[in-house]
């Protein structure tokens, strides 16, 4: 008798699991559900609620990722301040949940003061990358085909180093570091591993508004980091699959913006290019 061969893992039956959405799922599983499974019965979208610093991030991390595909004595030919300009409409006023002008002037700045310190320190900008290839879609590889789980994301900056091996770096705009707890980087360092050859040997956060230049953090043991980030993603499946994601606070500062929104208190304000209804309190 031939032995029965196992069918083949169908990856838009599975859960997928990111460093966004087990953030979410952490802080609170009711959040996870409105960002990340809910879809508005009206026209089957996901939404999401803007904010001003999600606008400012947004669009920084835009001018960033456009680099990297650029050889690197050209990355800086063009002044940063440019392309940060030329994105900005599209986050510019309500887009960016902005309710005054004097708000947005104010977000503009800093996000030119960012640039402007890459411009001034480019460090690892003007230096080799590594670009996943991955065609149109997210980066993303089985992290248990038996589970049924993907792991997804996109890793800000890949640095080429001079013994072959890569440096993975994240670019921060907020005003606060990351937590040490933070599976981030664990997540980083797996989709690394699993979708490109070289070693990474270094791992670092990039807090573009207070430094000018990254700050090189413990790299995670793989099998730690594929552990912690497979235990979160199974109780993210179970949660699917009993249909229970109650917040722990019965309404907390993470999952009451989203639940206004289903009240009707949220404005709906542009669609994104994945089709998730972006809108603003």
Known sequence: MEPVSKPKPDK???VWASHSSISDFLKCPRLYYLR???????????????????ALGGVVHE???SLSTLPSEDR??????QRFE???PKVTGELGGFKTHEEEQLAKERGKRMLQRIMDHPGPITRKAVKIKTGDGLPFYWLSE????????????????DDGSVHIIDFKTGKHEEDGESLQLPIYALLSKNMQKRVVSKASYW???QHDESKEVTLP???DAYNKVFEVAKRMKLARQINHFKCPKDGCFACRPFERVLKGEGKLVSVSSYGQDIYIL
Not at 36 to 54: E, G, I, S
Not at 76 to 81: A, D, G, P, V, Y
Not at 146 to 160: F, R, S, T, V
């Open 12 to 14: 838009f039956k599975a």
């Open 36 to 54: 990340n499974v809910y879809k508005d019965p009206r026209n089957n979208h996901k939404f999401t609620v803007m904010t001003p610093a999600l």
């Open 63 to 65: 001018v960033i990722e």
């Open 76 to 81: 800086l030919s063009i002044h940063l301040h």
């Open 86 to 88: 030329t994105l900005w």
């Open 146 to 161: 038996e589970e049924n789980i993907i792991l997804c994301g996109k890793i800000d900056w890949i640095e080429y180093l």
């Open 207 to 209: 807090y573009l508004d």
């Open 221 to 223: 043991d793989v099998v």
